[in-house]
């Protein structure tokens, strides 16, 4: 059988994603009888997540099965794949049916939005601006800290080295690079005196991988750098895991802010958007922003910030993408092609 181009290439993106893709988890708790009348034919969701929140919704989602199951008697399944936000992104545009993504960067919805599959407003469908889980940015160092890096302007001394992410590949990157960026303009300093710094910083950076795993095993595995720049949650995970990574917040830091949305496309094509929907709202619920702070992620549902303060670092200076101009000047003004970045790079190299 011959199959046109568009067909090969959705194949392709299935294939390649389908490697994050954990499969189906059947329903929690006692499966309803088949030959009950009162139960509902099984309903499934396809959740696509950026990789480091997979512990949570591992968490979450047997819980929202519970519910769902009690008051419809109906069981939901859940196919789920993680990986690179960006590369979560561009598999649905090329043809996976997610039908709910929680992403790494609100510029990965844009992207979906204009693609034509998320609705153009999805801010103001859901909580918080669609916001559903928080980090801060934090410097990894070696056991003892023997640089004694404890700062953004540490990072740019003379004698040091540092590990991060290429922001023109990596989500997370770009948010170190905002968190650099910000440490000088949100306190007072100029977008002139912003760039030198971070020339000067990025100076020390002699690998940029190309994502996040790879950054971290660069650091781990090879040995190299001083200090490795990640999210606050990755390195609370890991020590939870016993891996006892000393890390510290910048007093200076930037919200990183990790968006949520319906893929209204896909859910259309599904018929279950109720569920999909109820799914959603479960997330911001009390229960489930637990099992994210439990993780390492910073709630954004009151209550279990108040329950989780003493848990977290508290930012002097909490600065957020809005201060920086929004997702849509960032990306074409630092990272677009010939953008800041870009110029930082060409001088450090010069």
């Known amino acids: 059988m011959l ?3 568009k067909s090969i290439r959705r194949w392709l993106a299935l294939f390649l994603v389908g490697i994050g893709l954990s499969g189906i988890i059947a329903a929690c708790g006692p499966q309803g009888d088949s030959g009950d009348s009162a139960s509902q034919p099984d309903v499934e969701i396809t959740l696509a997540s950026f990789a480091v929140t997979k512990a949570a919704h591992d968490a979450i989602i047997p819980k929202f099965q519970e519910k769902w199951k009690a008051e419809h008697n109906q069981n939901v399944r859940f196919n789920q794949s993680y990986g690179g936000s960006g590369s979560q992104t561009r ?5 996976l049916e997610a039908d709910i ?12 939005a204009e693609g034509g599959l998320v609705s153009g407003d999805w801010t103001e469908k859901l909580p918080d601006k669609g916001i559903v889980t928080k980090s801060v940015a934090t410097i990894i160092t070696r056991d003892g800290n023997p640089k004694n890096l404890t700062n953004w302007p540490d990072l740019a001394r003379d004698g040091v080295s540092f590990i991060t992410a290429d922001p023109k590949t990596s989500g997370v ?37 190309k994502d996040a795993r790879e950054a ?14 990640n999210y606050e949650n990755e390195a609370i995970l890991a020590n939870l895991k016993g891996e006892n990574l000393p890390y510290t917040v910048p007093s ?13 496309a896909n859910v259309d094509k599904h018929g279950n958007r109720e569920v999909v929907e109820a799914f959603a709202e479960f997330l911001y619920t009390p229960e489930a922003q637990r099992e994210f702070a439990a993780v390492g992620f910073r709630p954004v549902e009151p209550t279990v910030i108040a329950e989780y303060a003493d848990k977290f670092p508290k930012i002097e200076t909490l600065f957020t993408i809005d201060d920086l101009g929004g997702w849509g000047y960032a ?4 990272f677009g092609d010939g953008g800041v970045f870009d110029q930082i790079i060409a001088a450090g190299r010069s």
């Open 173 to 209: 990157a770009q948010w170190n690079f905002l968190a650099l960026w910000g440490s000088v303009t949100q306190t007072g300093g100029t977008e002139e005196q912003a760039k030198e710094f971070v020339t000067q910083a990025f100076r020390n950076a002699p690998i940029l991988s």
């Open 252 to 264: 200076v830091n930037i919200s990183i802010d990790n968006p949520l949305a319906v893929v209204d």
């Open 331 to 334: 990306r074409e003004h630092f």
């Open 91 to 95: 598999a649905i545009l090329d043809g």
């Open 216 to 229: 971290t095993d660069t650091f781990f595995t090879q040995g190299q750098g001083d200090a490795l720049v």
């Open 101 to 112: 993504v929680h992403l790494a960067v609100g510029v990965d919805v844009d992207r979906l």
């Open 3 to 5: 199959y046109g181009s």
